[in-house]
C-alpha cells in the first residue's frame, strides 16, 4: 500500500494512484485537500481502495498497530537505497510533499527510510515519478 503526506499538486496525486494501480498496489491513502484528476489518474481510480484523511499521522499509527512496516521514500542519513532494501509483504510506502518531503513527526514513527539513488541534478525526483 502507499500513503501520502499531503501533496501541493493533484496532478501528482493522481499519477501516483495511476502507477500504484499499473504496480498491482491495492490500497492508496491520501491527506489533506488530495482530489483526483480523473484524466490523468485514468482507471488506477477505480482499481485501487482509496481513502482520503486530514492528517497522515494518526492514519500511520494506525497501521503500524495492524502490522504494516512503515517505509518512508526519503533522502535521509539513514536511508538505504531501494534497490538494496528487502521490502515485506505489509509493507506501507510513505511519500512525502513534493517541496518538504517527510516531516520530522512522520519519519520519528517510520520502521525505516528507503531513497531512489540520484546520480545527477536535481538531487531528487518529483514525488508522483518516485
Known amino acids: ?10 496532478v501528482n496525486v ?18 489533506g485537500n488530495a482530489s483526483l484528476i480523473k484524466k490523468i489518474a485514468r482507471d488506477g481510480e477505480s482499481e485501487l481502495d482509496i481513502s482520503t484523511h486530514r492528517t497522515l499521522l494518526p ?5 503500524k ?5 512503515l517505509v518512508g521514500l526519503e533522502q535521509t542519513t539513514n536511508s ?3 534497490h538494496t ?3 515485506t509483504r505489509r509493507t506501507a510506502l510513505v511519500i512525502g510533499n513534493e517541496r518538504t ?17 540520484v546520480y ?7 514525488a508522483a515519478t518516485a
Open 85 to 87: 532494501y528487502q521490502f
Open 80 to 82: 538505504e537505497s531501494m
Open 14 to 31: 493522481s499519477s501516483i494512484a495511476r502507477t500504484a494501480s499499473a504496480c498491482a498496489i491495492e490500497r492508496l491513502v491520501l491527506t
Open 101 to 117: 518531503g517527510l516531516t520530522s513527526d512522520i519519519l520519528d514513527v517510520l520502521d525505516d527510510a528507503v531513497e531512489i539513488p
Open 65 to 69: 498497530m495492524d502490522g504494516y512496516r
Open 1 to 10: 500500500m502507499v500513503a501520502c503526506a499531503p501533496m501541493r499538486s493533484n
Open 120 to 126: 545527477g541534478l536535481p538531487h531528487s525526483f518529483n
Open 59 to 63: 492514519v500511520l499509527k494506525r497501521l
